[in-house]
């Protein structure tokens, strides 16, 4: 199986190149302005919602929608980038009603309110289990009774699990007994990647929650992808990733999960392209687990003078002349390479990671690192596109939240970890003390940093 991506939310994206400036060490970008101004008194984050939220409302009149609602949606379309001072409004009024939130509920309701999550995960496997969604007319309601014979589940479990849902407005109940869709509950009908999504959430990685604390005491410190809670909620001492191949379908709905992450306008590759500047002359890069060569074909098709050779896994790169456009065959070339393996193509000018390593532990990153260095000639360059999480504070406390849940994650699923840029710095530097970091950017609006290094040996 392909080395994979965990959950976050990139595809393609086209726009206008922007050069990239690197003096060293260079502070990272601001993400967004959720950074340190979502907390605040009531009044405050009272303000900053109606003031925030107008500016979003504002937007979407002018597209000539409805004011978004639960039952009709928001009409926008959830791959595409908003206007940044729109993202930046909506980003600020998520913040600020969260806090809001967290500030009513009070301390105790703070830590009472940590179980609710899992339940509604819980309704949501219930119903895609039973293919509940595609019973429930699109327009119009049915009884819970006609419901339940229609599925042929006991009525008193399917109602308590749709309430459930119905509670976070998924379906609605506009009288008692009876059920119908709203705009969010329309998305479980015939959309694969976010079924794929959600089950692989609920099936894969909440087992191996609920027993990371176990596994910590089991392995204490432990850095191998088998020694986690995933390994004690499977009982298995493979990787993640082939105990999930061993299964077809498991293995099919873990890839269309990962490909679903990757539509969010924040993990877009066009960050990426947009954002470094790959050089004008001739240059040979080598896509380290580049998978299909999506990244591969996109740098090619903008750089007409460059060379990309996409390394994977032999059964991923398997009908490679059918993913790369004819025109670019020549110039996007693939090789079978597990670069937990030294690195075979020697005198590349840049060696492209794109998120891979925050699949891996430090232990195995720094291996992956070390096995490009006999290959490296001096002034070659690493480029290492991946989640960079800012200092504490510099985030609203949602938006660190997330990332946070995201590295949490990756620990209870195969020991991987979501870094800071001290921590990139210093897994470079463990690797070997003749790379150079010389840049970590993070472009307005991506989740995805720009981490670049030098090879400053021979």
């Known amino acids: 199986m392909a080395r994979c991506h965990l959950p976050g939310w990139a595809s393609s994206a086209r726009v206008v190149w922007r050069p990239l400036y690197r003096p060293p060490f260079r502070q990272i970008q601001a993400r967004c302005s959720s950074r340190k101004t979502a907390t605040g008194s009531m009044t405050q984050l009272l303000e900053r919602v109606h003031g925030s939220t107008q500016v979003y409302l504002d937007y979407v009149k002018s597209l000539n929608l409805p004011e978004p609602s639960y039952q009709h949606g928001d009409g926008l379309d959830p791959r595409q980038s908003l206007p940044p001072d729109v993202a930046e409004a909506r980003e600020s009024a998520i913040e600020a009603t ?51 014979q229609a599925t042929n589940l006991n009525p008193k479990d399917l109602t308590r699990f749709l309430r459930v849902a119905i509670s976070r407005h998924v379906f609605y109940e506009p009288r008692k007994g009876v059920v119908g869709h709203t705009a969010a509950s329309k998305l479980l009908i015939d959309n694969p990647m976010v079924e ?51 299964d077809p379908r498991r293995r099919a709905q873990f890839i269309a999960a990962m490909r679903f992450s990757h539509f969010h306008p924040s993990y877009h590759l066009s960050h990426l392209l947009e ?35 996409v390394q994977d896994l032999p059964e991923t ?27 075979p ?3 590349a000018d840049i060696y492209l990671l794109r998120w891979i390593l925050h699949d891996w532990s ?16 001096k002034g070659a360059r690493v480029i290492v596109n991946d989640v960079c999480i800012p200092e504490p504070g510099e985030l609203g406390p949602k938006a660190d939240r997330d990332l946070r849940f995201m590295d949490i994650a990756m620990k209870a699923f195969n020991n991987a970890r979501e870094r800071d840029a001290e921590t990139w710095r210093e897994l470079f530097k463990e690797a070997d003390e003749r790379f150079r970091v010389v840049g970590i950017t993070v472009p307005a609006g991506a989740r995805m940093a720009i981490i670049e290094a030098d090879w400053m040996g021979p």
């Not at 002349?321 to 670069?339: E, G, K, N, S, Y």
Request: net charge negative; charged share 20%.
């Open 275 to 309: 954002n470094y500047d790959f050089g004008i002359g001739e240059c040979t890069i080598v896509d380290i687990g580049g998978s299909n060569g999506e990244v591969s074909t996109e740098i090619a098709s903008r750089y007409p003078q460059i060379r990309c050779i």
């Open 345 to 347: 193509v020697h005198g």
């Open 317 to 343: 790169i398997a009908n490679w002349t059918t993913r790369v456009p004819v025109a670019l065959q020549d110039r996007v070339t693939c090789m079978a390479h597990d670069f937990l393996t030294p690195q």
């Open 98 to 148: 969260y806090e809001l939130h967290h500030l009513l509920l009070g301390p105790l309701g703070l830590l009472f309110s940590c179980p609710g999550e899992q339940l509604f995960l819980l309704s949501l496997q219930y119903i895609y289990r039973y293919k509940i969604a595609p019973q429930i007319p699109i327009e119009g309601t049915i009884a819970f009774e006609e419901l339940a």
């Open 196 to 246: 794929a999504w959600l089950l692989n959430i609920a099936e894969e990685y909440w087992p191996a929650f609920t027993r990371t604390v176990d596994a910590t005491e089991k392995w204490p410190g432990s850095e191998e992808p088998n020694e986690t809670g995933y390994s004690l909620a499977f009982n298995t001492r493979m990787n993640p990733f082939d105990e999930i191949s061993k």
């Open 362 to 377: 430090d232990k195995y990153c720094v291996k992956i690192l070390r096995n490009l260095t006999p290959a490296l000639k």
